[in-house]
T-cell receptor, first 112, second 113 residues
Framework: DTEVTQTPKHLVMGMTNKKSLKCEQH?????MYWYKQKAKKPPELMFV???????INESVPSRFSPECPNSSLLNLHLHALQPEDSALYLC???????????FGPGTRLTVT | DQQVKQNSPSLSVQEGRISILNCDYT??????FLWYKKYPAEGPTFLIS?????DKNEDGRFTVFLNKSAKHLSLHIVPSQPGDSAVYFC????????????FGRGTQLTVWP
């Protein structure tokens, strides 16, 4: 089973809202990732968690706040986003950092 | 600075023929390479990978070739099927334990009947 699940599939939020994206995997993977992808562009790495600790933060604005409650779950808390933050947000996991990453279906976020 | 390059934004191939997708990289520290396929509004799907100690890896209809001296890899799909129509991303890893993948910009493959 190589499934990574993400909820919600779609999210529309205003610039003053607070919302969260959720990601879950049950493959026993110890690394989890958040990516942002705009149309016709490659995925852009935002955060990496390795063994539940934040190991990479790609200078992401503080309006994005990641959280890893346990080894199977990864959240991305959103607050005061801008319209340019509208994108497909992808979660991925891998056995360990440096192994192939398996992506979830993504959350399509629209900021109005 | 794009360290992984896919210079062909699109490729069109007839069903049953071979599709060859190309990827070049500039960083000689990369030692692990991956191909992902992506349909619209879905997450990328892992296809196949190759370590720098090999020059070829095969999985069913998909074969990846690595030419380290040329810093070039290619994905061959034989035979191509209409369901293969998607964007294909090449990615590379520096073999660190950080898990940072460097992606190319992707090639849109269209397989027509």
């Amino acid at each position: 089973d190589t499934e990574v699940t993400q909820t919600p599939k779609h999210l529309v939020m205003g610039m003053t809202n607070k919302k969260s994206l959720k990601c879950e995997q049950h493959m026993g993977h110890r690394a989890m990732y958040w990516y942002k992808q705009k149309a016709k562009k490659p995925p852009e790495l935002m955060f990496v968690y390795s063994y539940e600790k934040l190991s990479i933060n790609e200078s992401v604005p503080s309006r994005f706040s990641p959280e890893c409650p346990n080894s199977s779950l990864l959240n991305l808390h959103l607050h005061a986003l801008q319209p340019e933050d509208s994108a497909l947000y992808l979660c991925a996991s891998s056995q360990d950092p440096g192994y192939e990453q398996y992506f979830g279906p993504g959350t399509r976020l629209t900021v109005t | 600075d794009q360290q992984v390059k896919q210079n062909s934004p699109s490729l069109s191939v007839q069903e049953g023929r071979i599709s060859i997708l190309n990827c070049d990289y500039t960083n000689s520290m990369f030692d692990y390479f991956l191909w992902y396929k992506k349909y619209p509004a879905e997450g990328p799907t892992f296809l196949i990978s190759i370590s720098s100690i090999k020059d070829k890896n095969e999985d069913g209809r998909f074969t990846v070739f690595l030419n380290k001296s040329a810093k070039h890899l290619s994905l061959h799909i034989v035979p191509s099927q209409p369901g293969d129509s998607a964007v294909y991303f090449c990615a590379a890893d520096r073999g660190s334990t950080l898990g940072r993948l460097y992606f190319g910009r992707g090639t849109q493959l269209t397989v027509w009947p």
